[in-house]
């Protein structure tokens, strides 16, 4: 990399002193196509315009543009429509059928309304050849069911084709390697099938490679010049033309003469169409490569998200006194925030939230292991200290010490309304009651940080008619247009006076609140509402 680096960079360092060169060596450098400007000619309406202007005005119309040639008073100069100017005759049309000319300036405004219409239509018509040639690339590419045989065969026969194009004996395909080190030859025509088995041939040293993938057709008609530019083959004459897209360097293209010859510039521009072909075909390939792996990709994407949301509880426990509701928002199409709740003997209902520290997919396989983790240790465990310390205990032994997450866990009784709980990170738990709300969250190291974490409980009775709001980080860090945080008091003041609505209202109004304050909030997080019920 370092030496094609040098070479593109200071290629006259490299080919220094090379007396040769001038005499049997010659170099095309392709230029980029010049844009197309629209042709006001092509416009069919236009003659019909011109008469119609003069008969109504009296007046003839014509454009002036930096590069217009005229062809008369009823013709538009072929420019571009932005630098036009627009101007009237200085004097009336004679064979106008308007007897007596419109005023001057209504003349030019009405001039200046059709050159603005016929700046739309020309902008609609760039942009609709921009928009085809954009379809045409979107088509979507179907694989052959034998397509590597297939590759070989076209690039195969595009080498044959250039061949006898240019009327030459043989021509051979050469890819640069990952560290575009090395040209190992990957097709031909008119060699040995052995050359495919050969060894890749240095790129340092060269120089008709590396003077190919600056962009230019070198073409060598003598047998002392081969010498000097390394030919890989032993033919008369050759040409060598680079194989690239219009932003990778592939590789390049040899043609081989039997005897020595010249190539004309017809030649040179044929076998450089040649090389653009070999080019998109790779190009195709890989597109189809990527396409194939993308869509196996987005199948496999598609299967998770819908797992991990059919995976959150949708129904409440049937209990007598309490309401359950929540909402998890993933900021793509699978991530690590979740909400649960489930039964345990003894009257026990346990609730949670949590959160990954990453996001996406790595963010979904840390949360689904910490949900897993949690309802497995809960089993048998009553209290809320040693859930924490088991399900923190497992994440950290269970990964590279690169998983992270944030947990809110607590156990309600549901006889007495006492609920205990303990978190792990930043998560969020807002008491909402007659009086107004209080903040009963403590802060924490995340889970997976240290085996030795301590995880302190903190409980409250739960009166008829209060509400517990949990929530994660990522609901309430999120800022507005003027950076200001929507927090605990933000969410609690978009939850007052809302009590007597049910739990999953109060989830609804809650993630409004959010979405109020944040529009298009990109990260993962969830909300959960308990709620004891007056009866």
């Known amino acids: 990399m370092d030496y094609l680096n040098a070479y593109l960079n200071h290629p006259e360092k490299i080919v220094a002193n090379s007396a040769s060169k001038s005499k049997h060596l010659k170099l095309y450098t392709e230029q980029p196509p010049k844009p197309i400007r629209p042709q006001i000619e092509s416009l069919g309406c236009m003659p019909e315009l011109l008469r119609a202007f003069q008969t109504a005005t009296g007046w003839s119309m014509q454009y002036e543009g930096p590069a217009a040639s005229h062809k008369g008073l009823a013709a538009l100069a072929a420019s571009d429509p932005k630098t036009q100017k627009k101007q009237i005759s200085k004097s009336p049309n004679p064979k ?90 990957r ?52 040409v060598c033309v680079p194989v690239s897209s219009p932003t990778t360097l592939m590789g390049t293209l040899w043609v081989f003469a039997d005897q020595p010859r010249d190539f004309n510039d017809r030649e040179t521009n044929l076998l450089e ?120 205990l497992t994440l950290w032994t269970g990964s590279a010490g690169d ?37 009963l969250g403590r802060s924490s190291v995340m889970l997976g940080e240290s085996p030795e ?12 008619g209060e509400a517990l709001v949990f929530c994660t980080d990522g609901a309430l860090d999120v800022a507005d247009a003027e950076g200001r945080i929507l927090g605990e008091a933000g969410l609690a003041d978009a939850l007052r006076g809302k009590l007597e609505l049910a739990a999953e209202e109060l989830a609804a109004a809650a993630q409004a609140a959010l979405e109020n304050h944040a529009p298009g909030n990109t990260r993962d997080h969830s909300i959960l509402v308990v709620k004891r019920t007056m009866s």
């Not at 030019?108 to 609709?128: K, Q």
């Not at 509880?313 to 509701?325: K, N, Q, T, V, Y």
């Not at 974490?453 to 008829?464: C, K, M, S």
Request: glycine share 8%.
């Open 453 to 464: 974490t301590r995880f302190e409980p903190f409980d409250r009775e739960l009166q008829p």
């Open 403 to 439: 998983r992270h997450a944030a947990l809110l866990f607590g156990l309600i009784e549901t006889a007495t309304g006492r609920v205990c709980c303990a978190s792990a990170g930043r998560p969020s738990a807002i008491l909402l009651s007659g009086e107004g709300w209080q903040s």
């Open 96 to 185: 106008s059928l308007s007897p007596t000319p419109i005023d001057r300036d209504a003349a030019h405004r009405l001039a200046g309304s059709i050159a603005d219409l016929l700046d739309e239509l020309f902008d609609t018509r760039d942009s609709l050849h921009r928009r085809e040639a954009e379809l045409a690339a979107g088509v979507p590419l179907v694989p052959h069911r034998l397509e590597e045989k297939h590759l070989a065969m076209r690039l195969e026969a595009v080498l044959r084709a250039g061949v006898e194009a240019v009327g030459c004996a043989a021509a051979a395909l050469y890819m640069l390697d990952e560290a575009t080190s090395e040209l190992k030859m």
């Open 187 to 238: 097709s031909s025509w008119g060699l040995p099938f052995d050359r495919l088995t050969a060894p890749a041939r240095p790129l340092e040293g060269a120089l008709a490679d590396l003077e190919a993938l600056l962009g230019h057709a070198v073409v060598l008609d003598g047998s002392a010049v081969m010498r000097t530019w390394n030919m890989p083959e032993d033919f008369p004459a050759a």
């Open 273 to 392: 169409v040649i090389a653009g072909r070999l080019a998109a075909d790779l190009d195709r390939e890989m597109l189809l490569r990527t396409g194939v792996d993308g869509a196996k990709l987005q199948q496999q994407v598609a299967a998770a998200e819908r797992l991990q949301r059919n995976e959150l509880p949708a129904i409440a426990p049937m209990l007598d006194g309490w309401d359950l509701a929540g909402r998890t928002i993933q900021s793509g199409n699978v991530g690590g925030a979740f909400h649960d709740w489930f039964s345990l003997p003894d009257g026990l209902m346990a609730v949670a939230v949590g959160r990954a520290a990453e996001q996406g997919v790595a963010g979904a396989l840390t949360a689904g292991g910490v949900k897993t983790s949690l309802r497995s240790h809960a089993k048998y465990q009553r209290r809320v200290e040693p859930v924490m310390q088991q399900v923190n």
